[in-house]
């Protein structure tokens, strides 16, 4: 929003919310705005007012070796204050696509009498004052077309339409185009681009949705989120994307729930003034000479200028990362043996209390060995980049895998976009000789076969030889975080696609966490602290949900690799049971089998809570 609208306080035609432009409306992502659509760009194209530093070590660094960089900062994103005098901050979109159709009422009639909807399709640079100059050389509006080409690398462009239509890249650009849709206009094959030169010349759009055909031809390797005229090299294949499909854009992003650190008062001091004193420090001494000066003397009082040195040579990267997993780190605290973890202060990054389990009901001992209420706790979100077509989870330890490609944020990575969530949590910790003693069980070792061979036939539909299957300890506990946010869901004053879920299950330990969170100090209602108090409740709801599906038996009885379904990764699972909202499923809604929680109307003998009182 420009000044002029500020100080005559004309609305924005649209706003974003922070967390939106790390998930939904990163850079490279396509926005429709009310008269065209434009696409974000990347993050040279970010101005701010004022940057605001995140600051979490342990996801910095990780970052930092993910991505083999000397220096990363995590700032949010850019806001507007309001303040029509103030610096300007604000991102950068491109018009994009170029291509429009007038919006014009005229119909075609096909060899065979079959009647079209018929309209003109427009490139940007014939548009006569924003629209489509008609027969009667009247302006008529325009929309962009819905459809585009890309890449699996992420790289984006508009389609040459009249290569398509003219079956060949040797061609001008002379000769009105049109698109003839048919019956909804939702069906490729009943949409048809023609040309009104050669009337010979009318091609379904379904031609480029044919696995291998490579009508579209190879990607020319255009990134135009990073600037008009931004190439790479590229030689895949390009493919058909409907701007508005939800395969257009799958943001990548690495969370980490912010741990309790016994340094946390030093560098909570030097939090408050490395931006502006301490980041150009390059010894001890110069700490020393910056102690000086009155701010950061109140800052750094009771610590030393050696114990703050070591800690901004820490923040440079002069201390190797971390060598514990994202999610190791994060269950060795909330299995910590003190029953408090953390400070319970306003504002503060985390606070957790083990409850008791006495009189734990009989189904759940032996099984449930740690019941943690996190009265708050700090999530930060940093995004690395974005994939299209098909997304690029984190693996089982919340860690990314980029042997998939992503496509850049910016020309070249100094900084990367992040935000902070507050909020509260519940963590269920699960015995390891109960799990293994489960998994030596014939039926959960035939159950964990067929799922193995779904995996496969997934990964050889896909080509992703690198993916490895997580164990069914993942799946079970992943099946029953899903049934348990259900069930808390009804009670815990959150919407089910507003609690979100963290499973632990390797060789540091087996849980869940189910925790939701909001920009700001405080993002809590205290709900999901009170399902813990009585988690056992909550838990036999989960397991009665699980026991019965609506669509069962199909539901129950679906073959993991059978081909002709397609759902490799699902044992018992649909949307009548176990499928939840994607915001909340940290696997994109794959690896779920309710028959590794409870028994079903199929299958008896692999479940962990297969006893009695079970639900």
Request: aromatic fraction near 8%; proline fraction near 6%.
């Amino acid at each position: 929003m420009n000044r002029r609208n500020q100080a005559k306080n004309i609305p924005p035609t649209g706003e974003l919310r922070q967390s939106q432009l790390l998930t939904t409306f990163g850079p490279g992502s396509m926005v429709d705005l009310p008269n065209q659509a434009v696409l974000i760009g990347g993050l040279d194209h970010w101005q701010f007012a004022e940057r605001k530093r995140v600051f979490e070590d342990r996801l910095e660094g990780y970052l930092r070796e993910l991505l083999s960089l000397d220096e990363l900062t995590l700032y949010e994103p850019p806001v507007d204050n309001g303040d029509p005098m103030a610096p300007r901050s604000g991102i950068t979109a491109f018009l994009f696509p170029a291509w429009f159709l007038a919006q014009v009422d005229e119909t075609y009639e096909a060899p065979g009498g079959r009647v079209y909807r018929t309209r003109p399709l427009v490139p940007w640079d014939r548009l006569v004052r924003g629209g489509y100059l008609n027969r009667d050389r009247k302006v008529v509006p325009v929309v962009p077309v819905r459809f585009v080409q890309a890449c699996v690398k992420g790289h984006i462009s508009d389609i040459d339409w009249y290569a398509f239509v003219r079956e060949t890249f040797d061609h001008d650009r002379a000769g009105q185009l049109w698109l003839d849709e048919g019956g909804a206009g939702n069906d490729f094959a009943e949409i048809y681009l023609r040309d009104e030169r050669n009337s010979n010349h009318r091609r379904p759009l379904g031609h480029a949705t044919v696995p291998g055909a490579k009508v579209l031809g190879n990607c020319s390797g255009r990134m135009p989120w990073l600037g008009p005229r931004h190439w790479d090299k590229c030689e895949e294949p390009n493919r058909l994307l409907t701007r508005s499909a939800s395969n257009a854009y799958f943001s990548q992003t690495v969370n980490v729930i912010a741990i309790p650190d016994t340094d946390a008062a030093l560098k909570g001091a030097v939090d408050e003034v490395f931006d502006d004193f301490l980041q150009y420090s390059e010894s001890c001494e110069d700490v020393t000479r910056e102690r000086r000066k009155q701010r950061v003397m109140n800052a750094l009082e009771g610590h030393s200028s050696e114990a703050v040195w070591a800690d901004i040579q820490r923040r440079k990267g002069g201390v190797p990362a971390e060598s514990r997993s994202i999610k190791q780190a994060e269950i060795e605290t909330l299995m910590a043996s003190p029953d408090t973890v953390g400070e319970d202060v306003p504002g503060g990054d985390f606070y957790a209390r083990a409850r008791s389990l006495t009189g734990l009901p009989a189904p759940f001992q032996g099984r449930l060995d740690r019941v943690v209420l996190v009265h708050r706790l700090r999530e930060v979100m940093a995004q690395v980049g974005f994939t299209r077509f098909e997304p690029v989870m984190p693996d089982i330890d919340g860690e990314l895998d980029l042997h998939v490609e992503p496509a850049p944020l910016a020309r070249e990575t100094t900084w990367l976009p992040a935000i902070e969530n507050r909020g509260e949590g519940v963590f269920l910790s699960f015995s390891r000789a109960a799990i293994e003693s489960w998994m030596s069980r014939p039926g959960v070792r035939a159950r964990s076969a067929q799922l193995v061979a779904g995996f496969e036939s997934w990964v050889e539909r896909k080509g992703a030889d690198n993916a490895t299957f997580p164990g069914v300890p993942y799946l079970m506990l992943h099946s029953l975080s899903h049934l348990l946010i259900t069930a808390v869901a009804l009670e815990c004053g959150y919407s089910a696609s507003a609690i979100r879920e963290r499973v632990y299950a390797g060789e540091y330990g087996f849980g869940i966490l189910l925790y939701t969170g909001s920009a700001g100090s405080e993002g809590t209602l205290g709900g999901l602290v009170e399902v813990g108090r009585d988690i056992e409740s909550h838990l036999r709801r989960a397991l009665e949900l699980g026991r019965l599906c609506s669509n069962d038996p199909v539901c129950a009885q679906h073959d993991s690799p059978n081909p002709h379904e397609e759902r490799f990764l699902h044992g018992s699972a649909c949307h009548g049971c176990l499928l939840i909202a994607e915001t909340s499923c940290e696997r994109c809604n794959e690896f779920l089998d309710r028959a590794l929680v409870v028994p079903t109307v199929s299958i008896r003998d692999s479940a962990f809570f297969g006893g009695e009182g079970c639900g």
